[in-house]
């Protein structure tokens, strides 16, 4: 691996884990417990559009330990690395598609992320009755993968734009 492209890794590991942090400072005021903004995909999704499908999946699983490890426990790795390897699949499949945009590609992998989620806690509490609640996360991962995809997207153009001026 390249001294860059190690140096590049490292950066966004470093954002996004700062990402975690910061959304972990200030919970989102809603009535639906476990409902995240996922500001962490914004680097993912930049890593998935810049450097490929490869380097996305592992700076997201890099950023999953250890922001399970930082900010969470055992549970938040299982339920985020859940979630974080169907959106990735799902995110793999409608990139090499070329049929989405960056927005609705976030969008597709935002929902995806809860439904990884909902299947883990179906095993964990052994009931399917808590995939009742997937249509409340439907919603909240649609409103997270727009703002998602349109921040990540301002912030390719941005990069590519600085990198012509260079």
Do not use: D, H
């Given at each position: 691996m390249k001294t860059k492209e190690t140096a590049m890794y490292g950066l966004?590991?470093?954002?996004?884990?700062?990402?975690?942090?910061?959304?972990t400072l200030f919970p989102?005021?809603?009535?639906?417990?476990?409902?995240?903004?996922?500001?962490?995909?914004?680097?993912?999704?930049?890593?998935?559009?810049?450097m490929g499908i490869k380097s996305a999946a592992a700076i997201s699983a890099v950023r999953v330990l250890l922001a399970g490890?930082?900010?969470?426990?055992?549970?938040?790795?299982?339920y985020s690395g859940a979630g974080a390897c169907l959106s990735l699949l799902v995110i793999m499949i409608l990139y090499k598609s070329g049929k989405f945009g960056i927005t609705g590609v976030s969008v597709a992998g935002g929902v995806a992320h809860n439904a990884g989620q909902i299947i883990v806690a179906c095993f964990v509490t052994e009931t399917a009755q808590i995939a009742y609640y997937f249509p409340v996360l439907c919603i909240s991962g649609t409103v997270a993968g727009i703002c998602i995809g349109l921040i990540a997207g301002l912030v390719i153009g941005k990069m590519k734009g600085a990198a012509l001026k260079d």
């Open positions: 966004l590991v470093a954002l996004a884990m700062i990402l975690s942090y910061i959304e989102v005021f809603v009535a639906v417990p476990g409902v995240k903004l996922g500001l962490a995909n914004i680097v993912v999704l930049f890593a998935v559009y810049t490890f930082m900010f969470g426990n055992l549970f938040s790795i299982i």
